[in-house]
């Protein structure tokens, strides 16, 4: 399937760049203006229990001396204007398209943890990265919300990992979990299609409708 996966990736971004590489260099070109130098952030993921790689996105936050861990409540002072507009839509994430290139992700996958919580869940995340981890993915359209809902609640740093250890990882390795199981080309371009018209605020948000045939993997 990874072989199936790759060529996926790559004809899809083919067919994607030519739009979104010149709104990348545009989107770029305000942070600077608006925001200054750097206009993209860095950190490290992971791409299987063992292997991490830099994950690129565009800057939406001031900078801090010591960024850690997953994004909440504590971290909400921080995300500009324009960086807020950003993550809404998430055209933040468009240099993943490097990532993409390198082969590091996929368009789509479980989302790519951080080392800290992969060392604290080895058995889970050697399951759920039996999948390269995406852009998108089943785990993000059924729960991400929820997810950014609850960690706002959060104040301190400390709080927003423990909430996240204790409520979002679980949750999400069993939806990640579902993805593997029913994975396919098809499924994989349904996923894609269903986050284009979220972006553009077609189709509601949480659960999603039963895939149409042509997603469904064969029994």
Not at 81 to 97: N, T, V
Not at 116 to 140: C, D, H, I, M, R
Not at 151 to 166: F, G, H, K, M, N
């Amino acid at each position: 399937m990874r072989g199936a996966k790759r060529v996926f990736d790559l004809a899809l971004l083919a067919l994607l760049a030519p739009l979104l590489l010149p709104l990348l260099a545009v989107l770029a070109a305000l942070l600077w203006a608006a925001q200054g130098r750097p206009m993209f952030f860095g950190s490290e993921r992971m791409r299987s229990p063992t292997e991490g790689f830099t994950l690129w996105k565009l800057r939406s936050m001031t900078m801090a001396a010591q960024d850690s861990g997953v994004s909440g409540g504590d971290k909400a002072a921080r995300i500009t204007p324009l960086g807020r507009a950003l993550r809404r839509l998430r055209l933040d994430e468009l240099p993943q398209m490097l990532n993409i290139l390198r082969g590091e992700i996929s368009f789509v996958g479980p989302r790519p943890p951080l080392r800290v919580y992969v060392e604290a869940f080895p058995a889970l995340y050697s399951a759920v990265l039996k999948a390269p981890p995406g852009v998108t993915g089943l785990a993000s359209l059924v729960y991400a919300d929820h997810e950014a809902r609850l960690l706002a609640r959060c104040t301190t740093a400390a709080e927003t990992d423990a909430l996240y250890r204790r409520a979002c990882i679980p949750r999400k390795a069993r939806i990640d979990l579902i993805y593997l199981r029913h994975q396919s080309a098809g499924f994989d371009l349904w996923l894609v299609l269903v986050t284009i018209a979220r972006l553009f605020g077609k189709g509601r948000k949480g659960r999603l409708p039963r895939p149409p045939r042509w997603a469904q993997k064969p029994a």
